[in-house]
Structure formats: structure tokens, C-alpha cells
């Protein structure tokens, strides 16, 4: 009696999944086929973003190795032309390369107009424009166009970020070169007062004061000395003249 209890359990059975095969089989069928489509797209998406990658990757340092032979407007227009189609984060950091190496070939003009639009790029980070402000700044530095420099700079010096030392230092050299100290000083002044500041930073800041100390101490002395010498002439001249008595 049990073993046809238990043939008749297995025939309802049967009967259940051929039921639910017959009404959902090709539900089951068409599932397993997305499954494996779905993973083998997957895979050859990663394939082909591994291996555009790889290929970016190959092409950035070969702009790179022009950067090193000191081919830097070469390397600048393939940087420029590389980043506009490149994948990932390589487009950014492309436009910064590209920038700086306009920089090196002498171009001033564009690379501040690079790093102007990277600044002005919302759909960077906020560091992203900070520093590109900051490189800005550092390249019109050597221009020694002070309110140039103060227009990109001087929002970054005014907010904490990880670049706003770095945004102080240039407005305290641009304010050096135009003979500013009172504003050279306040600006070093706050870099050596801020706790966050690296032993590198505090070295050329302490260097930069002690210039400045220099340079108002040497109009004071040029100042002595020329009021030490003033009666110097008057004094010759005497004498020539008691000379030229003595002989006559």
C-alpha cells in the first residue's frame, strides 16, 4: 500500500511540473537567456573599455614622451586633441597637461586661457577649478601682472581649501614684485601663522620675509649714506679753494 502511496504523489507531482512547465517554461527560457546575454554584454563591455583604456593610456604617454624630449607645443596640440576623446578621468587631466605645457613652450597667452576654462568648467570639482586657478596665477607670476594674478588667486586665498597657502604664496610674490612689502608681508604673515602649513611652504616663506626685511632696510641705508656724503663736495671744494689761495 505505501509504495502505491508514494507512485501516486509522484505522478501528482509529475502532473504539477509538467502543469507549471507548460504555463511558465518559456518564462524560465526567455530569464535564462537574458541572464546569459546580459553577462556576455557585460563582459564584452569591459573588454572593450579595458582595451580603449589600455589604448588612451598608450596615447597619453606618448604625448608625454614629446612633453620630456622638450617638443612642449607639439606635445601640447596632441594633449589638447587626445582629450577630446579620451575616456575616463584622462580628458581633465589632458586640459591640465596641455595647459602647463603651453606654459613651457613660452605660449602665456594660451595656457592661461586653458587653465581659464578649466576654472570656469562646472562640471569639475571645485578643487579641480581651485587649482586650475592657482596654475593660472603662477604663470601670469612671471608676467608680473599683479592684478591679473589677484583676479584668479585671490578667491582661493580667501577660502580653506587644500590650495589656499598656495594662492597666498603667488599674491605674496606678486605683491613682492611690485615692490608692495606692507602686502607681501600680511600675506606670508597669515601663511606662517596657519598651523596647516608644510615645513617646505614655511622655508620659502621665512626666506621671502627676510628679503623683504632687506629691501626696507636698504632704501635706510642708501638714505644715510647719501646724507653722509652731502657735504662731502662742500668739503673738497674747500679745500681746493685753500689749496689754490696757497699757491697764488
Known amino acids: 500500500m505505501t ?6 504523489e ?8 509538467k502543469s507549471l512547465w507548460d504555463r511558465f517554461g518559456w518564462v524560465i527560457i526567455l530569464v535564462a537567456v537574458l541572464i546569459v546575454a546580459v553577462t556576455a554584454g557585460y ?7 579595458t582595451r580603449a583604456e589600455q589604448a588612451a593610456g598608450d596615447e597619453f604617454l606618448a604625448a608625454l614622451d614629446m612633453a620630456a624630449d622638450g617638443r612642449n607645443a607639439a606635445a601640447a596640440e596632441a594633449l589638447t586633441e587626445f ?3 579620451a575616456p575616463g578621468g584622462y580628458p581633465v587631466l589632458a586640459r591640465f597637461r596641455a595647459a602647463s605645457e603651453q606654459a613651457l613652450a613660452g605660449n602665456t597667452e594660451a595656457a ?24 593660472a596665477g603662477y604663470v ?5 601682472d599683479r592684478t591679473a594674478v589677484a583676479d584668479r588667486v585671490t578667491p582661493v586665498a580667501s577660502t580653506a581649501g587644500p590650495w589656499q597657502n598656495t594662492a597666498r604664496e603667488i599674491l605674496g610674490l606678486a605683491a613682492y614684485q611690485a615692490r608692495d ?18 615645513q617646505d611652504l614655511r622655508g620659502r616663506v621665512q626666506l621671502m620675509k627676510e628679503l623683504i626685511a632687506s629691501e626696507r632696510a636698504t632704501p635706510a641705508a642708501a638714505d644715510a ?6 657735504g662731502a663736495p662742500a668739503d673738497e671744494t674747500a679745500s681746493a679753494g685753500a689749496e689754490g689761495e696757497v699757491s697764488e
Open 3 to 8: 509504495d502505491i502511496f508514494q507512485e501516486v
Open 10 to 17: 509522484e505522478d501528482i507531482r509529475r502532473e504539477r511540473m
Open 43 to 49: 563582459n564584452g563591455y569591459t573588454y572593450f573599455k
Open 83 to 85: 582629450a577630446d576623446g
Open 112 to 135: 592661461v586661457s586653458g587653465f581659464d576654462a578649466l576654472a570656469n568648467d562646472a562640471s569639475l570639482s571645485n578643487r579641480q577649478r581651485d587649482l586650475a586657478r592657482v596654475r
Open 140 to 144: 601670469l607670476l612671471n608676467g608680473g
Open 181 to 198: 612689502y606692507d602686502a607681501a608681508q600680511k600675506w606670508f604673515d597669515e601663511i606662517d601663522a596657519d598651523a596647516a602649513t608644510t
Open 225 to 230: 649714506n647719501d646724507v653722509s656724503n652731502a
